[in-house]
């Protein structure tokens, strides 16, 4: 069924023009033949759903207690997920606030919870392991990573030497 799934998220993600073709430059100053516009699939609600949907049921065997997401991007997606999954949320900030509660991690995070950790788009990784980092650095157990899409420019394997297992849901290759 998860196979039915993806093909149908990968037509979505092409439907909507989500990766673009010609050049672009990259957030890192980089120039690629392609820009995935994760902003725009994580704004139509089909595609958040049909996301939620692949890693609910992706996670359905599993014991977890939250799904965190780092702001902007992964923010609407675990909102999605905790909305199908009936599971609680974290929201992880980019920087702590030095005002109000000074949380870098927003949510109820307890000590040994098992969390799951959603990404939009990954190239290197280090954003996602910057967040993987926050919550275990407050007490959370990472049993998962999942991207929506992954570049293919070494997220999975930076993770892995990190002792982290990147799961993507599609990586662009299969939408090239």
Do not use: C, W
């Not at 959370?140 to 991207?147: A, P, S, Y």
Request: hydrophobic share 40%; charged share 25%; aromatic share 4%.
């Amino acid at each position: 069924m998860i196979k039915q799934e993806k093909n149908q998220l990968i037509s979505l993600l092409n439907d909507n023009n989500v990766i673009k073709f010609g050049k672009f430059t990259l957030s890192s100053g980089r120039e690629s033949d392609y820009y995935v516009d994760m902003k725009k699939a994580i704004t139509d609600p089909q595609i958040l759903s049909q996301v939620s949907k692949i890693i609910s049921q992706l996670i359905s065997d599993d014991d977890i207690d939250r799904v965190a997401g780092p702001a902007l991007g992964a923010v609407p997606i675990a909102t999605a997920v905790a909305l199908h999954a009936g599971i609680p949320m974290l929201m992880i900030r980019k920087a702590q606030k030095d005002y109000g509660t000074s949380q870098l991690i927003e949510g109820e995070l307890k000590t040994g919870d098992k969390v799951i950790v959603v990404e939009d788009v990954t190239t290197t990784g280090h954003s996602l392991l910057k967040a993987v980092r926050a919550v275990q650095d407050n007490g959370g157990v990472v049993e998962r990573t999942f991207v929506v899409v992954d570049r293919e420019e070494g997220a999975v394997e930076e993770l892995k030497k990190q002792g982290i297992t990147l799961e993507p849901l599609v990586s662009i290759s299969e939408v090239r």
